[in-house]
């Protein structure tokens, strides 16, 4: 069993309250979760309007799979959000 995480700082400049902020989060991590069934939290700064951090994770059986599936994502998230994507820490485990 594999478990490969990645997390995403994303930087959101027209972000202005947090009521903003959640809409942006949900939306993003409800097609992220469909498209892929991954697991994805907000996991860091949810008191800063304009930084939103990620945490998804997945579970296979092989690396490889894993590395896929989150260059997969990472594209996924890069073409869905406005935002620019400021930070990207991979882990395999």
């Known amino acids: 069993m594999?478990?490969?995480a990645v997390q995403i700082t994303i930087?959101?400049?027209?972000v202005h309250s947090l009521k903003e902020k959640r809409m942006v989060?949900?939306?993003?991590s409800a097609k992220t979760k469909n498209k892929f069934n991954?697991?994805?939290?907000?996991v860091e700064?949810?008191?800063?309007?304009?930084?939103i951090v990620l945490g998804i994770a997945?579970?296979?059986?092989?690396?490889?799979?894993?590395n896929s599936m989150i260059d997969n994502v990472l594209n996924f998230v890069e073409s869905n959000t406005e935002g620019e994507i400021i930070d990207i820490e991979r882990e395999l485990r």
């Open 45 to 51: 700064d949810q008191d800063l309007h304009q930084r």
């Open 58 to 66: 997945c579970v296979v059986s092989e690396a490889s799979v894993a």
């Open 11 to 14: 930087y959101a400049p027209w």
């Open 25 to 28: 989060v949900k939306s993003l």
């Open 2 to 4: 594999i478990v490969g």
């Open 38 to 42: 991954v697991s994805v939290a907000e």
